[in-house]
């Protein structure tokens, strides 16, 4: 599966897995313990879930069943060789911990479903039980508040629905559930790189538009305490510089003078200049240090990897002056080309 899908489906998926298991797989888990997905025997396979379960059970005297391990994996593609993977993963992990596991395979691609559940050389021996996103009514998630699971939702079964009403609906159901304007951003996004499974990117990204959706740099935790410690270093560099300056310049002039006021009167008035310069200057490369790393996260959150790519750029923009706008570009531009053009043009 491609890498940008993979990831936002293992953190989201990740996060909630265990709303996921009772809502998709209708399993009851009092407890659902992580293990680690890396298997290396003679080579290394490194699945997408591995969980020991540990399922409800109220006729039994613990109240739980015996544990077992479940393992899923996540697919966009219809692909000849899963159901070998699938076996090999399944080989793995009872050579790892001396038990099959129960597996699941979750694809989420556009193309209709044609992968078998089993290898087709062991027949009924060997299964696994696959769940198509697209036959999960979308409802299912877009109403529970939990906004990795509206998420989700995009990749569900509309039911006829209009994909511009569902849309519309997902957006507005991820602004009430989520407050923070930085993780709105994010979840927005991963809507959007989401929908392109399902051939709704154009829409999606019509409806993200219409978001109401404001990210001041400036206000964010992140940039605050990148603001802070950047008025903090350049402030301590600031008085030592200054001291420094005020020193060397306070005994120049003493020593021209001769005389024992004017070396004290040349420290004390450099020692304050240099100390207020450095001061300034501080605060100013404080100031940059910290709207570099707010304009670095906002970058992040709205273009990913390829907003990343425009840092060296930014960087190089040594006047506080011209970084402030950008803020406001990054929020008003559409794609990261029309936002380098912006950039080029301060």
């Avoid at 290898?119 to 697209?134: M, Q, V």
């Avoid at 490369?285 to 670095?296: H, P, T």
Wanted: aromatic share 6%.
């Amino acid at each position: 599966m491609s890498g940008k899908y993979d990831k936002i489906l293992k953190e989201i998926l990740g996060k909630s897995i265990h709303v996921f298991i009772r809502k998709i797989l209708g399993i009851d888990a009092v407890e659902v313990t992580p293990l680690n997905c890396k298997m290396q025997i003679t080579n290394e396979r490194e699945a997408d879930f591995m969980y020991r379960i540990e399922e409800r059970d109220d006729s039994s005297p613990s109240g739980k069943k015996p544990p077992y391990i479940m393992h899923i994996e996540i697919h966009a593609k219809n692909g000849p060789k899963i159901p070998r993977r699938m076996l090999m993963y399944w080989l793995f992990t009872d050579e790892i911990y001396d038990e099959y596991p129960k597996q699941y395979l979750f694809y989420v691609g556009k193309e209709p479903l044609t992968m078998p559940d089993h290898h087709p050389k062991l027949g009924d021996a060997y299964k696994y039980t696959i769940i198509d996103f697209s036959t999960i009514d979308c409802e299912t998630f877009v109403n529970s508040g939990s906004p990795e699971e509206i998420v989700v939702s995009v990749l569900c079964n509309f039911k006829g629905k209009d994909g511009t009403i569902v849309l519309e609906n997902i957006f507005r159901k991820l602004k009430d559930a989520v407050t923070d304007a930085l993780q709105l951003s994010k979840y927005i996004r991963q809507v959007e790189v989401l929908s392109q499974l399902r051939g709704l990117e154009e829409i999606a990204a019509k409806e993200a538009k219409k978001m109401p959706l404001i990210f001041d740099a400036t206000k964010d935790r992140l940039y605050k305490q990148g603001l802070e410690k950047g008025l903090t270093k350049g402030k301590r560099k600031g008085r030592l510089e200054g001291r420094l300056e005020g020193r060397l310049e306070g005994r120049l002039e003493g020593k021209l003078e001769g005389q024992m006021e004017g070396k004290l009167e040349g420290r004390l008035e450099g020692r304050l200049e240099g100390q207020l310069e450095g001061e300034r200057k501080g605060k100013i490369e404080g100031r940059r240090e910290g709207l570099l790393e707010g304009i670095q996260l906002a970058l992040d959150i709205k273009y990913g990897d390829r907003g990343l790519s425009l840092m060296d750029k930014i960087s190089a923009i040594g006047d506080v002056n011209k970084l402030e706008p950008l803020k406001d570009l990054i929020k008003q531009s559409v794609t990261v080309e029309e936002l380098e053009k912006l950039i080029d043009q301060i």
